[in-house]
């Protein structure tokens, strides 16, 4: 099999996206627009990828340069000039697929089926193309007899021209020495000076060369993103695809519209999400989780057997069969061990949790380490900020804390130990002692008529 380059076309500024960001770094289902391209392309193993980049390469550029070889289109005058930074490095025996950043959704077995279409068929070129109800916008495909004439723009087509449903969706394959002389060949056509890669194929067909067409099945996979209508759009699509890949590998969804799943996210089998559900970033929940309503994961490993309602956890690690929420919060740092409950307004941050360990509610725990099996009464509050620095607490295996504790960190409280209700700890604590700190209850009878004779 011949040598494949992937070239990926990113130089556009996405003037319509009114934003300062590069349009390929837009996120979609949680990755920038680029990440999605990049990733087919890695799927199909193809190890020579370079993508030009232009309007704020350096924003892309530092993003991909792990993933991909990078070439500076310093004027941005058109898919053809973009194209034309590559021939230094277009081998004449190789294919050249050619993608858009901004055309997330096809998928890596479509562009699989393109180039093995074009390579069997020893075309010159291939166009993937698209049949659309609604074609407007796109360019169109000219054929007589099945064989392929030339692309007109919707800007350039007559009426009859504008009635062809079979669109251009601006990915092509190219034989190498084919590509490198059409673009040693095309001129700027426009006021504006821009070099159109479509005229590749306007020179190829007047030199004999042989164009074929791939149509893809799927007409959504031909998407580009130009502004953020399109955008939603294409997040819409890439979420139902998710859902339905993830139900499909035995993941329960109840409500499965109500439910947001990144792309990078990784599901187990029986794994039960309820409505208005979000998992995003690199999250991974494991077998016989149940996650939901209305919860949010972000960057978390969920152990299996653990049920989440209605709370949010942010890069924080949850073991097998715990029972976060409702209404708890899980910041970053947050490492839960197996059978932990974490109850009703709970916010845990930075802190490791032992097994067993109970949290059930109205408490804050910072920088802090809890043993196994340790219980915190409601209330209870880690005191770990001072103003300046963050301070840890310690408490020991089996310990219990009454309600309304505060640990004023640093401090540590050893195994088996009893805190009373109400203390505000200062001090350590040793191994099976009980620590109470209250002021003596004062009761000044008859105080009401006193007050009322003085006034």
């Known amino acids: 099999m011949p040598q494949i380059t992937a070239v990926i076309l990113a130089a556009g500024k996405g003037t319509r996206m009114k934003s300062e960001l590069p349009k390929v770094m837009h996120l979609l289902a949680g990755l920038p627009l680029i990440d999605h391209v990049l990733d087919k392309v890695e799927k199909l193993g193809i190890q020579e990828k370079v993508t030009i980049v232009g309007h704020g390469r350096e924003i892309v550029s530092d993003h991909i340069a792990n993933r991909s070889g990078i070439l500076v289109q310093e004027k941005q005058l058109g898919t053809g000039h973009a194209l034309i930074q590559t021939l230094p490095l277009l081998k004449d025996d190789s294919t050249i697929l050619v993608l858009s950043g901004d055309q997330p959704l096809l998928s890596s077995e479509t562009l699989s089926s393109l180039l093995r279409h074009h390579q069997e068929s020893k075309a010159s070129a291939t166009v993937l193309t ?53 673009l040693k060949q095309i001129t700027p056509q426009n006021a504006q000076g821009e070099y159109y ?19 893809t099945a799927d007409p959504s996979e031909a998407l580009g993103i130009n502004n953020q ?27 499965p519209s109500s439910v947001f799943i990144d792309a990078q996210v990784v599901l187990s089998k029986d794994v039960f999400i309820y409505p208005f559900t979000i998992i995003k970033g690199n999250s991974r929940i494991e077998e016989g989780a ?11 490993i969920c152990g299996s057997g653990s049920r989440i309602e209605n709370s949010v ?17 899980l910041r970053p740092g947050t490492e839960l061990g197996e059978g932990v409950k974490v109850g009703d307004f709970v916010e845990i941050k930075n802190s490791r949790i032992g097994e067993g360990t109970k949290v059930p509610h109205l408490s804050y725990i910072g920088d802090s380490i809890l043993g196994e099996n340790v219980n915190i009464g409601a209330g209870t509050i880690t005191c770990n900020y001072d103003g300046k620095s963050k301070y840890k607490t310690v408490i020991g295996n089996n310990t219990f ?6 640990f004023i960190a640093p401090v540590e409280i050893g195994q088996d130990a009893i ?12 191994d099976k002692a009980l620590a109470v700190e209250r ?7 008859n105080w009401q008529r006193a007050k009322d004779s003085r006034g």
């Open 229 to 255: 209508v399109q955008l939603a759009e294409a997040e819409e699509i890439l979420y139902d695809r998710i859902r339905k890949y993830w139900m499909m590998e035995g993941v329960t969804i109840m409500n």
């Open 130 to 182: 698209a049949m659309m109800d609604n074609p407007f916008g796109y360019g169109r495909i000219m054929k007589k007899n099945g064989i392929f004439e030339g692309i007109v723009e919707e800007k350039d087509a007559n009426p009859d021209q504008k009635g062809i449903n079979e669109i251009n969706t601006g990915t092509y394959c190219f034989h190498g020495s084919s590509l490198k002389s059409a």
């Open 313 to 329: 956890a942010r890069d924080a690690e949850i073991g097998k069969n715990c029972l976060v929420g409702p209404f708890a919060y």
């Open 197 to 215: 890669l479509t005229d590749v194929f306007k020179i190829l067909v007047s030199g004999g060369l042989k164009i074929e067409t791939f149509c």
């Open 419 to 430: 805190i009373g209700a109400g203390s505000t700890i200062t001090k350590d604590v040793p």
């Open 401 to 406: 804390v009454g309600s309304n504790t505060n």
């Open 290 to 300: 149940m996650l939901g309503p209305g919860t949010t994961i972000i960057n978390c």
């Open 439 to 445: 002021s003596q209850q004062k009761v000044i009878e």
